[in-house]
């Protein structure tokens, strides 16, 4: 993490997992453990149908709310999709692009491009997400892999949007397996990343950029990965689902590091 130059974000991802009742029993229990005082930022993205009742339980608290997915057209023909205008309407405040997951279905490198710009159109903060898998980590094409996945989810995003944008790098490999990446190997792709948002800005800009961590992050691991100077926080699935869990990550990260 570096503080002074960035926000250090703790996002949870909950994937298809729980119910808006659930949602709501959740979030209260959250609230009576987030630590006082000032915090990092702090995001849960959530099923679309559990949205309203965890904005509703969060709105007194610094907690934002955020979908997993969005659709980048504003309205029309497209059954069961959900537009980051509606999202906006309804508290939204971060939505995840182009989780792995996501991309397993058929997302493609445009598709996440045009839901990035369409995000920030409606004043979402993306948090866009990139990931090798574990043949092409073992072939030695990480780097120029996620490259090629930032420069392409960033198209046409101008300078002064890029600020707004969240990165996530989650090695594929590690999602969910519990094979969480070493802080070395997380550090290495996430200063790979700012290099090329360096490259393709000012590296002014690129130092303003948070970029997390994802893939089995929990609350044991948590501080030695986000103490890496270039890892500004996390995207964390599992470990998000329990409240003890999720608000051990968000103290680990208001701990001082570097
Ligand atoms: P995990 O998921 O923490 O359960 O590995 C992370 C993610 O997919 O965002």
Redesign the pocket.
């Known amino acids: 993490m570096n503080r002074k130059y960035r926000k250090t974000v703790i996002a949870g991802?909950w994937?298809m997992n729980k119910t808006p009742s659930e949602t709501k029993e959740f979030m209260q229990n959250l609230k009576a453990l987030l630590p006082k005082g000032r915090w990092c930022d702090v995001a849960l993205c959530v099923p679309a149908i559990c949205i309203p009742a965890a904005v509703r339980a969060m709105r007194e608290t610094r907690v934002g709310i955020g979908a997993e997915n969005c659709n980048a057209n504003p309205s029309g023909a497209y059954t069961g999709e959900i537009s980051t205008g509606m999202l906006v309407d309804a508290g939204c405040k971060y939505v995840?692009i182009g989780?792995?997951?996501r991309r397993a279905m058929g997302e493609t490198d445009q598709d996440v491009n045009a839901k990035v710009l369409s995000a920030l159109e409606a004043g979402l903060i993306p948090i866009m997400?990139c990931g090798e898998s574990l043949e092409q980590r073992q072939s030695g094409i990480t780097s120029e892999w996620i490259a090629m996945q930032i420069k392409l989810g960033l198209q046409n995003v101008p300078e002064e949007k890029i600020r707004k944008v969240v990165i996530?790098y989650?090695p594929i490999w590690?999602?969910?397996?519990g094979m969480t990446a070493t802080p070395e190997q997380a550090q290495e792709v996430c200063e790979s990343i700012r290099t090329v948002v360096r490259k393709l800005y000012t590296s002014k800009t690129a130092r303003t950029v948070s970029i997390l961590y994802?893939?089995?992050?929990?609350e044991k691991n948590a501080f030695e990965l986000l103490a890496q100077p270039d890892i500004d926080g996390g995207?964390?699935?599992?470990?998000?689902l329990v409240p003890e869990k999720f608000v051990q990550i968000i103290e680990a990260a208001n701990q001082p590091t570097v």
Do not use: D, F, P, Q
């Not at 590690?174 to 397996?177: D, K, L, N, R």
């Not at 995207?235 to 998000?240: F, N, P, R, V, Y």
């Open positions: 991802n994937k995840i989780h792995s997951e997400c996530a989650e590690a999602i969910g397996t994802g893939g089995s992050m929990n995207l964390i699935g599992g470990a998000s």
